[in-house]
């Protein structure tokens, strides 16, 4: 169905898919001829919110947001006109922030139509926080201080932007459901949502989350921001409502009564912190996200999935760590599963576009799309479903060796010979970044799973470390002989493996930039690492014609990495390898023109995939494992599906 956006419509609902004009009031349904509104999502006092897909982009998810001014504006063309200035205004500020922060939902566009005012967002599959709440019950003391965790230094990043939210409370907070990363939405437009522009007078504030200076005057200073969250917290810690949390004779939050009816507490130290963010006076409260961050990393140290000190790194680079999910996918691991790869494997697409050789391929964390880089110079993107060709990314001067999705997908890692490492906006194919530091070819490239982090390896012997959202150069990590042929992030995000021409893997603790261990054994150049999904294996694909599958220890122990298996059966270089997300199998590719699977506990051959007379550069799976992308020296791309046994 499409959902009629005239506010005035008897019957908004009653309009199949495909219609044009809705069959209740005639209004044009697609929004800027690109926009249908699928289902109404919230409603406010200064608007509503509708799921919607994008249909010029094969029916992108997207959320739009309807900004109705009140009635006497609407009339007069004036008026009207200022607030689509304001809202512009506005909307720009957002988007300048939203585009740089993987936790702030990106901004599509934004727009007037007939005489309402729309902003288009990105779509967060996930539950808000008031939902988890409803579902879960009152959230623990290590749920909060991870909340703040995650949250602060966003709050930080759009704070130093002059970007303040003046929204927030629990349902405005999604937990992204393909990495559980908490994502800001729906920032309020303070020139807007006011009385004056606004139907029914609504204020810019979420009712009962807000500071005095916003309820009264309109407002905002970052401490407002953190007055809200600090409700937040307390509303989940208790899960009372905030009539019941709030004394209005004596003007404070009596917060800790509810917890002690439940028979709960928080320690002193939460209990210090989340006061002061809801002092009634602004000037006693934090004046910043990155002060609430200080105390509540001086106060926890004691937990075991706090951030390990850094010294090479600055404080606020990486946010403390939250500890890991446990996945059904790394239970199964952890169990030893013995199910097996699916019988066969069928090309279901052949991708052409390439003019040379496909060095890497990437397939996002929906599944949903791949990336491959070539060494005809241009990054292409691709639909796994269709196969099509959505865009070409170019920029680059020279061959590109290797691409890597950010975790949440919205950004696209790029690099190679050129010397440079290039971030581009997946959504429009926008080049965000250039980095540029290496003195010789970038060889490879990836992405932190819990940070704002990327790392380079190239033929200049270093691994360098890079501020994600801002492109800073943080650390440079030296010690191989020789090239570095490819680098890999540990799921928890704090070991670096980086495999080397010098025919070795180093593991590199990322707090320190300390060099843990040196694996030796191939006996040529290394030109694959990765981790499987629980990281109690890392994978070395060699010239050597093997792949080795090591215990790493990470923690720094003089017992180094104990070496579990070798794999001997490809005839020629090992390329490539990639661990299935849900299942214990290893893919690698190589350049006698296979690739093979094979089973992690016992080193079993399971399956292997010809590719016909070409190498295999690039081998990568879809995160539910049914799909296996390749990459290939005859110029193109391949989409392998599982057929048979299912995983």
């Known amino acids: 169905m499409t959902h009629c956006l005239n506010p005035s419509c008897p019957k908004t609902t009653d309009n199949p898919k495909g219609t044009k004009l809705c069959l209740s009031c005639g209004s044009k349904l697609l929004l800027n001829d690109r926009y249908r509104a699928i289902e109404l999502l919230s409603e406010g006092g200064f608007g509503r919110t509708f799921l919607a897909v994008e249909e010029k982009r094969h029916s992108r998810s997207c959320a739009i947001f309807q900004l109705l001014p009140a009635p006497q504006i609407q009339g007069n063309p004036e008026a009207m006109a200022k607030a689509a200035e304001l809202f512009e205004q506005e909307a720009r500020r957002l988007l300048a922030v939203a585009d740089q922060h993987p936790q702030i939902a990106s901004v599509f566009g934004y727009f007037q139509q007939e005489r309402s005012l729309y902003l288009v967002r990105q779509f967060i599959e996930g539950q808000d926080l008031w939902q988890e709440l409803e579902e879960q019950g009152a959230f623990s003391e290590e749920q909060v201080r991870d909340l703040l965790a995650d949250l602060l230094p966003v709050l930080q990043f759009a704070h130093e932007r002059n970007v303040i939210h003046r929204h927030i409370k629990p349902t405005n907070i999604l937990r992204r459901s393909a990495d559980r990363r908490l994502v800001l939405i ?14 029914t007078g609504a204020k810019v504030c979420a009712e009962g989350y807000a500071p005095i200076e916003l309820i009264r005057g ?39 009564d509810p917890l002690r ?62 500890p890991v999910q446990v996945t059904p996918a790394s239970k199964l691991l952890r169990r030893g599963a013995t199910k097996l790869a699916p019988k066969t494997w069928k090309c279901s697409h052949t991708l052409t576009g390439h003019s040379r050789s496909v060095n890497s391929v990437s397939l996002s964390p929906d599944g949903r799309l791949l990336a491959s880089g070539s060494a005809d110079k241009t990054v292409k993107l691709w639909n796994t479903g269709t196969g099509e060709m959505l865009l070409t990314l170019t920029g680059h001067t020279d061959d590109v060796n290797c691409v890597a999705f950010s975790p949440d997908g919205r950004i696209l890692a790029s690099a190679g010979l050129d010397r440079t490492v290039k971030l581009w906006q997946v959504s429009v194919g926008k080049l965000l970044l250039t980095l ?87 006996t040529e150049p290394v030109s694959s690492v990765a981790f499987s999904p629980c990281a109690t294996t890392l994978a070395s694909g060699s010239e050597d014609k093997t792949v080795k599958l090591w215990q790493p220890d990470t923690g720094g122990l003089t017992s180094g990495a104990a070496l579990i298996n070798t794999l001997t059966d490809h005839a020629k270089w090992v390329n490539a390898t990639a661990f299935h997300p849900r299942s214990p199998i290893l893919a690698s590719g190589s350049r006698d023109q296979t690739i093979k699977l094979w ?26 494992g049914q799909i296996l992308g390749s990459g290939s020296e005859d110029k193109t791309v391949k989409i392998w599906r599982t057929v048979g046994a299912g995983l």
């Open 186 to 199: 729906d920032f309020a437009f303070p020139h807007l949502l006011t009385s004056h522009f606004t139907r």
């Open 436 to 522: 540029t530091g290496h003195s010789d070819w970038v060889l490879s490239v990836a992405i932190n799973p819990r940070f704002p982090l990327l790392a380079s390896g190239s033929w200049d012997k270093t691994v360098k470390l890079w501020h994600l959202a801002t492109g800073k150069l943080l650390h440079t990590l030296t010690g191989h002989s020789g090239g570095v042929r490819s680098v890999a992030f540990s799921p928890d995000g704090q070991t670096l493996a980086s495999g080397s021409w010098d025919k070795t893997v180093k593991l590199w603790q990322l707090g320190t930039g300390k060099l843990l261990h040196t694996l030796t054994g191939h």
């Open 261 to 322: 009816k439940a028979g709960r507490s928080v320690s002193a130290q939460l209990g210090l912190v989340l006061d002061r963010m809801l002092k009634e006076s602004l000037k006693e409260r934090y004046q910043s996200a990155s002060e609430v961050l200080a105390d509540l990393t001086a106060v926890s140290s004691r937990r075991p999935s706090a951030a390990p000190a850094v010294t090479h790194l600055k404080p606020d680079t990486l946010p403390p760590v939250t």
């Open 599 to 624: 089973h992690l506990q016992t080193g079993k051959l399971l399956h292997t995939i010809c590719e016909d007379s070409y190498s295999v550069n690039s081998v990568s799976f879809s995160p539910d």
């Open 218 to 256: 309109g407002f905002a200073h970052p401490a407002s921001d953190l007055y809200s969250l600090g409700v937040t917290c307390i509303h989940l810690l208790t899960q009372a409502s905030l009539d019941e949390l709030f004394d209005p004779l004596e003007g404070r939050w009596l917060w800790r």
